[in-house]
C-alpha cells in the first residue's frame, strides 16, 4: 500500500493536511505538504478524494506496510 503525492500535479493548497481525520499531513520547512506518519493511516481515502487536482493516490497492497512516496 502506497499514498503517494505526485508534486508536479500537487498545488500545495493544504486541503488533504486540513481533512486527513488523523492528522497525518505535515508541512516541511518551505510550507509544502507532505505525510509525516504513514504508519498511523487507516486508509480511509478521504485525502485522495478531496484532492481537487488528482495529485493524491492511495493504494492498497494488504500483505505489505504502508509506504508514502513524494514524487517530485
Ligand atoms: S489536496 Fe492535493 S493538491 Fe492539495 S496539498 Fe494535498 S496533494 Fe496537494
Ligand atoms: S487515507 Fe485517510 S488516514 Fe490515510 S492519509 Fe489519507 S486522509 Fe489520512
Not at 498511523?40 to 492511495?58: I, K, N, P, T
Request: charged content about 25%.
Amino acid at each position: 500500500m502506497a499514498t503517494i503525492i505526485d508534486y508536479k500535479k500537487c498545488t500545495n493548497c493544504k486541503v488533504c493536511y486540513e481533512r486527513c481525520p488523523e492528522g497525518l499531513f505535515e508541512l516541511d520547512g518551505d510550507g509544502n505538504v507532505y505525510v509525516a506518519r504513514p504508519d498511523e493511516c487507516w486508509l480511509c481515502g478521504a485525502c485522495q478524494m478531496d484532492c481537487h487536482s488528482g495529485a493524491l493516490r492511495v493504494t492498497y497492497d494488504l500483505n505489505s506496510k504502508p509506504v508514502f512516496v513524494k514524487l517530485k
